[in-house]
């Protein structure tokens, strides 16, 4: 999998670069999407290694997917990834660039795990809480797993806070037998 985000983020910095010079990082973000999601399909995978499917036609059939949101430098971007054979890797390029958009515009995705569902009030309270501590706004995406007894695991990048109940038992039980 390393090997695939290192071929990727070259890719995805410098569509994340034309797409804010032209200040379209909103629809760059949606085609590259489509386009990503259009890879994925099993059809189409089996295309992307057929040596009687020419560079340009893949370029053509994906943009065509992706929409006019790309404009002429996003229909280069395409053809480019067509001709080095890396359309691919559009599922990572495109994850790649939404993180780097959402480093741009000062948001971040938080996985919140909790033992039982949050109400509205305390995913408010929680929300600014973060924003707060990463000083960004925060999108919270909520889970529930019964196994955790009480609290949350809150994940946001590669920052992790774990203030469920089962670890801190875990740890209390370490302790003791240590």
Known sequence: ???RLTIARPYARAAFEEARS?????RWSDAIKAAALAVQDPRVENLLGNPHV???ELASFLTGIAGPDLGEHGANFVRTLAENRRLAYLPEISAQFEILKD???????VTVTSATALDEAQRGKLAAALEKRLKRKVRL???????????AILRAGDLVIDGSLSSRLARIAY???A
């Open 1 to 3: 999998m390393a090997d």
């Open 22 to 26: 032209e200040q379209r990082l909103s």
């Open 54 to 56: 020419t560079p340009e």
């Open 103 to 109: 480093e741009a515009e000062g948001q971040a995705d």
């Open 141 to 151: 995406h909520c889970q529930t797993d019964p196994s955790l007894i009480g609290g």
């Open 175 to 177: 302790e003791l037998t």
